[in-house]
């Protein structure tokens, strides 16, 4: 059973369109991340919620929205996509926000043309 | 801005030598670091962390030193293995977020 799971695992989009990436991490963690991966392999924070409640939000265009339905989904939704989009996207998971033991999945590559 | 960061993108080392991948940071008020490894196609998995409280921690055939004076920390990967070939990257915790310096490839030859 994969501990944190996302889908698709390859995305491949026209500008300006709408998609969506599901995570489900069925490790009882209270704790979800979104990370982006670029092209030269540096990792980002771009969201994370604790028990359903949103406790970080970086500098992300407002086109990305997070959803997390119950503890154990956070979902990623992008609008209008753009060239700049493009990179692999990780989402993770922890058993609260103070430990640096990330769970993360395989990640879902987006690809914007 | 404070971030978390590698001494050096590439190391390669034969089958069998100890390896020691470096990464300095900025942010002096940082009292947790972890180790994170990624190999090709998957996401990172988590190695071992350290407290600013200590200086030296071991774990299976890796040990990760924190030199708070110089703000550098290190991991060491004792008879490196092909299966060791990988990114590595260290990590602290800056507030509720753990913030990613820009990885290490490290290649293992037989």
């Known amino acids: 059973d994969t501990a944190v799971s996302q889908t698709p695992k390859y995305l491949v989009t026209q500008m300006g369109n709408d998609k969506s990436i599901k995570c489900e991490q069925n490790?009882?963690?209270?704790?979800m991340y979104w990370y982006k991966q670029d092209s030269k392999k540096f990792l980002k924070i771009m969201f994370s919620?604790?028990?359903?409640?949103?406790?970080i939000n970086e500098t992300v265009p407002n086109r990305f929205s997070p959803k997390s339905p119950d503890k154990a989904h956070l979902n990623l939704h992008i609008n209008s996509l753009e060239l700049g989009d493009s990179a692999v996207y990780f989402c993770?998971?922890?058993?609260?926000?103070?430990?640096?033991?990330?769970?993360f999945g395989e990640g879902s590559r987006l690809t914007v043309l | 801005g404070e971030s978390v960061g590698l001494h050096l993108p590439t190391l390669s080392v034969q089958e069998g030598d100890n390896s020691i991948i470096n990464c300095a940071y900025s942010?002096?008020?940082?009292?947790?670091f972890i180790w994170y490894k990624q190999e090709s196609g998957k996401g990172p998995q988590f190695i071992i962390d350290?407290?600013?409280?200590?200086d030296k921690r071991q774990g299976q055939r890796v040990t990760v030193l924190l030199n708070k004076t110089v703000k550098h920390l290190s991991l060491q990967i004792a008879a490196t293995q092909p299966g060791d070939s990988a990114v590595y990257f260290c990590?602290?915790?800056?507030?509720?977020?753990?913030?990613f310096g820009k990885g290490t490839t490290l290649s293992v030859s037989s």
């Open positions: 993770a998971s922890s058993q609260g926000r103070s430990t640096g033991e990330l769970f």
């Open positions: 490790l009882g963690h209270d704790t």
């Open positions: 919620y604790n028990n359903k409640e949103l406790i």
């Open positions: 942010n002096s008020a940082s009292d947790y």
């Open positions: 350290i407290r600013s409280n200590m």
């Open positions: 990590a602290e915790r800056g507030g509720t977020a753990l913030i």
